[in-house]
């Protein structure tokens, strides 16, 4: 069952997808090697909860942190630890919010520095591109499907693959709403998208295989191969009129 939202609905949601985005803003600013994933958690964290809003991951089915650390190879849900980025590596954020009984989730990759590989910088790109075609593909009477069609040619154009065992999802007063939105799908199919859907939509995208391992900590998402992967996702809300990026 998907949930439409009121406009008052819409509004709380906007105000913890603004926080979300400034976190994510503040942390961009942060990362550079020799910082740990602990500290940006940290910083995250404690930003959010200067909001008197919650970081909306921590102790969500026992995730211990605030915000999800992914360097190179794995792909989501790494989890804060004492590791220190390198200047090679490309590291993905992933940030929830909950305020006033309404969430928000977005995420993004970065370049610690400018020596990362050329073709970690195009996954980024690719990957980037891919959520930004999907949002275009969210509009009022296109079809669920469509979305996931705008990822998944988008990526494997290049040769990539998208992860199948990670979703995007509808969010609201939970963290997780249907629909599921899976990053690859056939295009004209699903059901309709409509006005008062807020979705969030995260293509997880791999160089290599799609095929996923999770480490012994249980939440780490690592690519089976060992290829760099990259994850972008933006909370959208679909009006009659347009979408809209809230996070
Ligand atoms: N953006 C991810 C999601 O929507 C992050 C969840 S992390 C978790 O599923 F810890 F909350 F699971
Ligand atoms: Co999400």
Redesign the pocket.
């Known amino acids: 069952m998907i949930l439409l939202k009121s406009p008052k609905e819409i509004d709380k949601i906007r105000v913890s997808c603004r926080i979300v985005k400034e976190t994510l803003d503040l942390l961009k600013t942060k990362v550079r090697p020799g910082i740990s994933t602990k500290e940006l958690n940290k910083i995250g964290e404690e930003f959010i909860c200067s909001k008197k809003a919650k970081p909306?991951?921590k102790g969500?089915?026992g995730?211990p942190?605030g915000v999800?650390t992914s360097i190179n190879d794995e792909i989501?849900?790494g989890i804060p630890s004492d590791r220190k980025l390198q200047d090679t590596d490309i590291i993905s954020l992933?940030v929830?919010v909950w305020l006033d009984g309404y969430f928000g989730?977005?995420?993004r990759t970065f370049a610690v520095s400018t020596n990362v590989s050329q073709e970690a910088q195009q996954l980024m790109r690719i990957t980037e591109e891919s959520l930004e075609l999907a949002v275009a593909a969210a509009k009022a009477g296109n079809r669920l499907y469509d979305i996931s069609y705008a990822v998944q040619s988008h990526v494997e154009a290049q040769g990539y693959s998208v992860v199948r065992q990670?979703v995007?999802?509808g969010?609201g007063a939970s963290?997780?709403e249907d629909p599921q939105i899976p990053n690859f799908g056939k295009p004209h199919t699903g059901i309709k998208l409509k006005s008062g859907m807020v979705l969030?939509i995260?293509p997880m995208i791999n160089i290599g295989g799609y095929e996923i391992e999770v480490l012994d900590d249980g939440?780490t998402a690592v690519t089976k191969d060992g290829s760099l992967s990259a994850h972008f996702?933006h909370t959208v809300y679909i009006s009659d009129k347009r979408v809209e990026i809230l996070a």
């Open positions: 909306a991951f969500y089915m995730y942190a999800c989501v849900h992933d929830g989730d977005a995420a990670f995007g999802h969010i963290l997780h969030a995260e939440w996702e």
